[in-house]
Every structure is written in structure tokens, then in C-alpha cells.
């Protein structure tokens, strides 16, 4: 066939298929169709709220609606400590600019709110920026029918890995708890955590005490590992917490007294996310142990130098404080390319357990995420009954499309802000220390 013979043969099909359409239907198959243009979704933002929601115990909840003219509302959070009304502020801050915008380019309006006003980053205008951006996430999601981990590229898992805190003993009331009163009730809730399904489960290993005593601390917080350690076997994975409270000098002893034990790692063993980064190369050079840290960190910035020195193993990024789940993404993908684990910071509402979870899903290096909210029966009250579920220390991943809940508006008004005192550690002398 020469080449004249050839385009004619070739236009002729052509023009007898498009002949083909018009006579007898459309005619086209799943190419064609996927060739076509798609529909727009035509959403428009068209009011902001905010919700301030007492949460019991020293934390009140910071929560947004995004509201949009097809119906779907969007759910985000911006909870950080002592901090909710600023929060609040700094999420109404983004009405004036979001009202009437197109809820599904997201990444455009992180980077209008987050560049816009010059002055940027910091946890409290990050926090509020996370709950916008969470909104959006949970909008989008709805509108395409998906849960947001499909849409982030698709599951890389069939569930996700969680460990719990030793936890409270008794329950006070709807949202109050008491903590273990003795070392031997302490030592119980391990043993119940792992009779419970458990694998891993983080403690407090360095505590305070009144006042501020760092060598008994470092004492008392190895003797309680060593015993729990006797209770949950070898093979259960511990995480131990020390909180910021170490200086340098006093993390590194502790550090080395733990390494015996097999932590899985140890949290936040020193003020690690100091930028100069200096008390993180002192305390990477003189310990072996699994270091985790970066739940007050609020920047892909921040953790970018901690990952590619590989000063940790372990980052622990908060969805609610890095920006929300586009951010919280990338800085697993920045974190993957140097080996380091993430596994989400996590202590908020079930808004920030689901958003963190749709993240894990779908990240390869996300292999274990905190749970702080549970199933609590005050959160079942609150988002309608809640969405996701717990066995023996996994989570099924959300089933949903958006976020996979709502909050529940009246209920959230009977629980309205309510003033904490914080508080913090001090040392003989009266002077404030890290808590």
C-alpha cells in the first residue's frame, strides 16, 4: 500500500465512523469517552464557621465548616493547645478570601493562604491553615464519590497500623478520666493493652514530679520500662515518651539506659526541633536507641534537614499543625527518600484520626499512626456516631467519601469553650521547665 492509498483508506475510516455517530447514536467506546471532556463540578464556597468544642480535662477543640452552594460541607481541625481562640481567629481570617472560590483546587488556595499575607508559618496560623485545607480535602471527596486516600493515588495497604497510650484507668465522667494512681495500676494497663490485642503501645517514661528532679526521673523512668517490659514480652513494641523534658546531657544517660529495653523508639527525647539542630546531632552521635520526634514542628522546612542528616528514625508529623493532608503527604515523601518512618502525631479529635489515616493509607514510609481520640463516647456523640473501626490494634481504612464524618452542630453547641490553665514543671528553685 503506497502512501496516497494509505491516508485516503485511513480518512475514509474516519469520516465513515464519525457518519457511523450520527446515523445510528453515539457509538463511541470507553476511549473515546475518556477522551472527552469531563464536567465541571461548578462548586462555590459560600460561608466559613468555625466551633469551639470543650473537650474535657486542659483542651478545648477547634473545628471549621466550609459551606458550599451544591449542598456538601466540609469538615476540618485546627485544635492546638491553650491556643483555640487564635486559632479560631486565624481560620475566620481565610473567609473574606475563600468565600466564593472553587473548593477543589486546593493546592492553589494552600499556597494563596499560606504566601498571601507575607507573614507566614508558626503553629498557630498553620493550624488554622490545616483546617481549611482539610475542608477542602473533605468537600472534594464528596463530590467525587471517593474516600481522599483513593484520590491521593490509591491504598498501599489494607489497614493501618495504630498503638494507643498506656492510657487512663477509670472513667469520672462523659469526658473524665483518672489516670493510674499507683505504679502497679500503671503496670495493669499494659497488661490489659496487650490482653486487649494491642502490639504497641506508648508510655510516659521520664516523668516530672514536683519539683523537676531529672536524675530521679531518668531512674524511676527506667525501673517502670524494665517492669513493663517484664509484663509485655519481648517482642511487644514500647514507646517511650519523655516529652521535651531531657536536657541534652540527661537525654543522652537516659537514652543509653533505655537502648537494653528495645524501644521501638523514644519520643521527643530532648528539645529536638531547635533549627540549629545542634542538641539533635549531639544526641544522634552519643545514643544508638531509635530516635522520634516533630509533633511540634509545623513546616515541610523543619523537617527536611532532621530527615536528609537522618538525625531520627522516626518524624511524627501532626496533620492538624503541618498544614493539612496535602502537607502532611509531602513530608512523607520528602521523609521516604532518606528512609525515615512516619508515623502521624495524633492526640486531637477523630476529624484529625481520619485525615491522618487517609494519609497513611495511602504512604508507604506511614507505618503506624497514634490514636489518642479511641471510640470515646463523647466523639460518638459529636460526628454522628463516628466512622472507623479498631481490631486488636488496626484500623480499617475509611470506607466513606470526603473525610468519612460530620460534626454534629448541636451537640457541639452544648459543649461550649471553656478558659484552661496551663500549666508546666518547675524545679526546686521555682524556675518553669519543660513539660
Known amino acids: 500500500m503506497d502512501r496516497r492509498h494509505f491516508l485516503f483508506t485511513s480518512l475514509g475510516g474516519i469520516a465513515g465512523s464519525a457518519v457511523f455517530r450520527r446515523s445510528f447514536g453515539d457509538a463511541t467506546g470507553p476511549f473515546e469517552r475518556a477522551q472527552s471532556d469531563v464536567r465541571p463540578l461548578d462548586l462555590k464556597i459560600t460561608d466559613l464557621k468555625t466551633f469551639l468544642v470543650d473537650g474535657g480535662r486542659d483542651e478545648n477543640f477547634v473545628f471549621v465548616k466550609l459551606y458550599t452552594n451544591q449542598g456538601l460541607t466540609g469538615l476540618g481541625e485546627g485544635t492546638l493547645a491553650s491556643k483555640g481562640e487564635v486559632v479560631r481567629a486565624g481560620i475566620e481570617a481565610h473567609k473574606r478570601y475563600l468565600v466564593g472560590k472553587d473548593p477543589t483546587e486546593i493546592e492553589r488556595h494552600w499556597r494563596g493562604m499560606f504566601i498571601g499575607p507575607r507573614y507566614r508559618g508558626g503553629p498557630v496560623l498553620m493550624s488554622a491553615l490545616s483546617a481549611v485545607e482539610i475542608a477542602l480535602w473533605d468537600i472534594l471527596g464528596q463530590a467525587l464519590g471517593q474516600p481522599i486516600w483513593q484520590l491521593l493515588g490509591g491504598k498501599v495497604r489494607d489497614r493501618v497500623r495504630l498503638y494507643c497510650h498506656e492510657g487512663y484507668l477509670r472513667r469520672i465522667s462523659h469526658r473524665e478520666k483518672r489516670r493510674a494512681a499507683s505504679d502497679e495500676e500503671a503496670l495493669d494497663l499494659w497488661r490489659q493493652k496487650k490482653e486487649a490485642g494491642w502490639s504497641c503501645v506508648k508510655g510516659g517514661f521520664y516523668p516530672g514530679g514536683h519539683p523537676m528532679d531529672h536524675r530521679a526521673s531518668i531512674r524511676r523512668g527506667v525501673e517502670h520500662l524494665s517492669r513493663v517490659r517484664d509484663i509485655v514480652g519481648p517482642d511487644f513494641d514500647i514507646i517511650v515518651e519523655a516529652h521535651g523534658k531531657p536536657t541534652p546531657p540527661h537525654a543522652v544517660e537516659f537514652c543509653n539506659r ?73 513530608i512523607a515523601i520528602l521523609a521516604e527518600a532518606f528512609r525515615v518512618d512516619v508515623s502521624p502525631h495524633n492526640p486531637q479529635s477523630e476529624v484529625s484520626t481520619l485525615a491522618s489515616m487517609h494519609v497513611c493509607a495511602c504512604t508507604p514510609n506511614c507505618t503506624i499512626l497514634e490514636i489518642g481520640s479511641g471510640q470515646d463516647p463523647f466523639w460518638q456523640d459529636l460526628f454522628f456516631g463516628g466512622h472507623f473501626s479498631v481490631d486488636r490494634g488496626y484500623a480499617a481504612l475509611p470506607s466513606r467519601a470526603g473525610l468519612g464524618i460530620d460534626l454534629d452542630e448541636k451537640i457541639a453547641a452544648k459543649y461550649p469553650f471553656q478558659a484552661k490553665h496551663w500549666e508546666t514543671l518547675r524545679t526546686a528553685d521555682g524556675a518553669y521547665v519543660d513539660r
Do not use: C
Open 258 to 330: 533505655v537502648e537494653p529495653f528495645r524501644p521501638l523508639w523514644v519520643e521527643e527525647v530532648t528539645q529536638l526541633e531547635n533549627e540549629t539542630l545542634i542538641e539533635s546531632r549531639q544526641i544522634r552521635a552519643q545514643t544508638r536507641v531509635p530516635l522520634g520526634t516533630g509533633e511540634r514542628l509545623t513546616s515541610r522546612y523543619h523537617f527536611a534537614p532532621l530527615v536528609a542528616e537522618r538525625l531520627v528514625d522516626v518524624i511524627m508529623p501532626d496533620v492538624v499543625h503541618v498544614g493539612g493532608i496535602g502537607e502532611l503527604r509531602k
